[in-house]
């Protein structure tokens, strides 16, 4: 075994924060040694958090963290940025939202920024959040903004997302993004100190008692090929979860015992049979988020100018489209190794 990949595991912590730059940088070789790590290392907890920009979720990480180091045991936290491909933007926020952790050994904060490929932020914070479990972080907390579909997809590595709704940024519950919402296995309503707290919550009722959200993100994606379990039932039905809700006011840590209880309970949910089948059903979609988002990669890897001139073509008139993707695709069939 390489020996930064044995310092790692020995909780050397620049030895981790080395590694994540390798990570960062997608230095040659860096996905070996992420393989070293597997099964490496007792697994970690992961958490995701989420929500709109401002909801709270750095407040509020910066709080899960310390009722999470008050039991002992390492904690990590990956903030996923997609402001800057440089540590500018949110980051400088989130460092103030979680300062008094950076002099703690025992808790180690990465952030995690785009570099404008397609899935490049989920896969880029699932590797960092391996290192940090490889590093020996019991719980691997994940910070995103729940915009777009690479960046939901950063849940589907988490045992748990806890979704951060905030009332009073003219964001009410409805017009929140339906994705967010259903990647809910606990809804944190943030900034109950506010007005629109409660009207939040009854909103958040509301969809759930219609059984709007209940689990709907898991169905699963594509067109009826799918070899995943079908659908976990319902709340309603008694044998599946219901999100709960939580209110919580992240700059005073009120209501986040019962939030880190809430998502205890989820986790333990997990274990159960119907618990199982939705991690089942979970597993898949990320096998599937995964390599859609390494077939992406190879795409532009490999047919990158092919496609500048079967664009030419197409424009032209001299290929018909489908005649363009299929002469591309045959290409990409005889390539190498999905992995860069
Ligand atoms: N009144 C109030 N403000 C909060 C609460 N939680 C966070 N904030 C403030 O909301 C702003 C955005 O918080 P932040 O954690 O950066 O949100 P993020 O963008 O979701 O990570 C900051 O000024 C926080 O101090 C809360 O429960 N009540
Ligand atoms: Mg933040």
Known sequence: VDDLVRRVLASDTRAA???????????????????????????????????SPGAGKSTLVDRLVAAFRARGGKVGVVAVDPTSPFTGGAILGDRIRMQRHFDDPD????????????????????????????WGARVVVIETVGVGQDELDVTLAADTTIVVVAPGQGD??????????????????????????????????????????TLAALAPAGHGHSAAPARVASGAAGTGWTPPIVRTIATTDHGVAEL???AEEHRAWLETKAGRSHRAVR???????????????????ELGEEMDRAAEQVLAREEDLDAAVERLTQRLRGGGALAP
């Open 172 to 213: 009410d519950v409805q017009a929140i993004k339906a994705g967010i919402l259903e990647a809910a296995d606990v809804f944190a309503v943030n900034k109950a100190d506010r007005p629109g707290a409660d009207a939040a919550v009854r909103d958040l009722e509301n969809m759930l008692a219609l059984g709007a959200l």
């Open 283 to 301: 597993a898949r979609r990320l096998v599937e988020s995964a390599l859609r988002d390494a077939l992406s990669e190879r795409i532009v890897s």
């Open 17 to 51: 924060a080395r590694l994540c730059r390798l990570v960062d940088d997608r230095a040659p070789g860096y996905r070996s040694l992420l393989r070293a790590l597997h099964g490496a290392s007792a697994p970690a907890t992961v958490l995701g958090v989420t929500g």
């Open 260 to 262: 880190v209880l809430r």
């Open 107 to 134: 808790v180690f904060i990465r952030s995690v920024a785009t570099r404008g490929a397609l899935g490049g932020l989920s896969r880029s914070a699932r590797d960092v959040a391996r290192v940090l479990e490889a």
